[in-house]
């Protein structure tokens, strides 16, 4: 049985373990601390057109050397074991990659998303339409205003939408939006309206629904509890390698020793990428990318770029051949049991409409790849990544 040890505890590293036990693996999940999942708004964008994703050469997911077909029967077959194992700790939800939805927040503005809680789905703008909606305020706390949500359902969406406050008087002076999570939905007076509530509450009535959140997000706290389950509470220090393979993953008291090696250390928040003069992978000084070039080459341009545009930053990253194997700054593999997922790769908005989808596809394929160990390396030519 092949031993696969996973580095990271968000829904990359899920989707990894996932697809490597189905492959018959013996999975192991290391992970130091909750990362990005554990902040997601609650709308999981998966993929907008998979055939634009396609033309640009260096989205992990055009990357990965498949037509639209190929990338179509992989996110099928993730998403719905993504969603059935959520389904198994509690947690439901509802779409999928081919249906697209626009959800609002907590302050009325809307967000597109393929898959929500099923807590959520009630709200898309769409069903809203010619529904009187109570939206709920609770006047003892003090960071959200259900007035303002309402009214910009109201203007920006056309919503028939009223704001109802709920006094809970058992609330702290100062309450905050934290303080609602894990209480009971209170009902309002309003009848025969849908009711959003802001997240975090619980029980909600049939004809209730949550808004997305703002971080701290109760929606990424749910996620991140129930895919934590299971994992070792530990951060990696450092990995042992060879000359071509890494073979154990050194931790403060303890050493992993594994077959095959899944990286889902995430961005700057989950710790895959270190933010400084030049970005750079931690754990083996992987090669960082913008836009196919190694960022340790392009001087002060980048600075340059994200002088005008703070996104630029964001693109950067790992880059992975198309059997997920990370790059060194040369375009060449180093290791053929090392495989790269989710967020720590570059070429793609981050938060933009795949910030759920790359995670999860390059998570589960790098599951796959390393629970099978098949296949040498698809190195492109060096120099030219
Ligand atoms: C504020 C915010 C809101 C977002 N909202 C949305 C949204 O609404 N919809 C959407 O589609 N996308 C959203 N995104 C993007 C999405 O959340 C991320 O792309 C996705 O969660 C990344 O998952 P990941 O598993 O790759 O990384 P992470 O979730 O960051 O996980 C990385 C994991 O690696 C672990 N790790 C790192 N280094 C080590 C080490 N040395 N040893 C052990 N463990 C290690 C970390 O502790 C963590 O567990 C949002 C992002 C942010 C920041």
């Keep these: 049985m092949t031993r696969v040890l996973v580095l990271g505890g968000g829904i990359a590293g899920y989707c990894a373990a996932l697809a490597a036990r189905r492959d018959g693996a013996?999975?192991?999940?290391?992970?130091?601390?909750?990362?990005?999942?554990?902040?997601?708004?609650?709308?999981?964008?998966?993929?907008?057109?998979?055939?634009?994703?396609?033309?640009?050469p260096h989205h992990p997911l055009a990357r990965l050397g498949m037509d639209a077909v190929g990338l179509a029967t992989e996110l099928d077959a993730a998403i719905s074991t993504l969603q059935l194992a959520l389904g198994k700790e509690g947690l439901r939800f509802q779409g999928g990659w081919r249906s697209r939805g626009l959800y609002a927040d907590i302050h009325g503005l809307a967000h597109a998303a393929n898959v929500v809680p099923e807590s959520v789905a009630p709200g898309e703008l769409g069903a809203l339409s010619g529904k009187r909606v109570a939206v709920i305020g609770v006047p003892e706390v003090g960071d959200y205003d259900a007035a303002s949500t309402a009214q910009a359902l109201k203007e920006l969406h056309g919503v028939e939408a009223f704001a109802e406050d709920v006094s809970i008087p058992d609330l702290p002076e100062g309450a905050a939006l934290t303080d609602l999570y894990g209480r009971r939905a209170p009902s309002?007076?309003?009848?025969?309206?849908?009711?959003?509530?802001?997240?975090?509450?619980?029980n909600l009535p049939p004809d209730g629904f949550e808004l997305l959140a703002s971080p701290p997000s109760p929606h990424g706290w749910r996620l991140q509890q129930a895919i934590s389950l299971g994992a070792v509470a530990t951060e990696i220090k450092a990995l042992e390698?060879?000359?071509?393979?890494?073979?154990?993953?050194?931790?403060?008291?303890?050493?992993?020793?594994?077959?095959?090696?899944?990286?889902?250390?995430?961005?700057?928040?989950?710790?895959?990428?270190?933010?400084?003069?030049?970005?750079?992978?931690?754990?083996?000084?992987?090669?960082?990318?913008?836009?196919?070039?190694?960022?340790?080459?392009?001087?002060?341009?980048?600075?340059?770029?994200?002088?005008?545009?703070?996104?630029?930053?964001?693109?950067?990253?790992?880059?992975?051949?198309?059997?997920?194997?990370?790059?060194?700054?040369?375009?060449?593999?180093?290791?053929?049991?090392?495989?790269?997922?989710?967020?720590?790769?570059?070429?793609?908005e981050y938060g933009g409409d795949s910030g759920f989808g790359v995670p999860i596809l390059t998570g589960w394929l790098a599951g796959r790849f390393a629970a099978k160990q098949d296949g040498a390396p698809q190195a492109p030519r060096a120099g030219s990544p």
């Design 26 to 56: 013996d999975v192991t999940v290391v992970a130091r601390a909750p990362g990005a999942t554990a902040l997601y708004a609650g709308g999981m964008e998966i993929v907008d057109d998979i055939a634009a994703v396609l033309r640009l």
């Design 188 to 202: 309002p007076r309003a009848r025969g309206a849908a009711i959003a509530y802001p997240p975090g509450f619980v």
């Design 241 to 348: 390698t060879t000359r071509d393979r890494v073979i154990a993953a050194r931790a403060a008291s303890r050493t992993f020793r594994a077959d095959a090696f899944v990286l889902a250390t995430g961005r700057h928040i989950g710790g895959g990428l270190r933010a400084g003069r030049v970005t750079s992978e931690p754990l083996l000084g992987l090669g960082v990318f913008y836009e196919g070039v190694p960022v340790a080459s392009l001087g002060t341009r980048l600075h340059h770029l994200e002088y005008l545009d703070a996104g630029e930053e964001m693109r950067l990253g790992a880059m992975t051949d198309k059997r997920l194997h990370p790059l060194n700054e040369d375009g060449t593999v180093p290791y053929m049991n090392l495989y790269a997922a989710g967020a720590m790769l570059g070429g793609y």
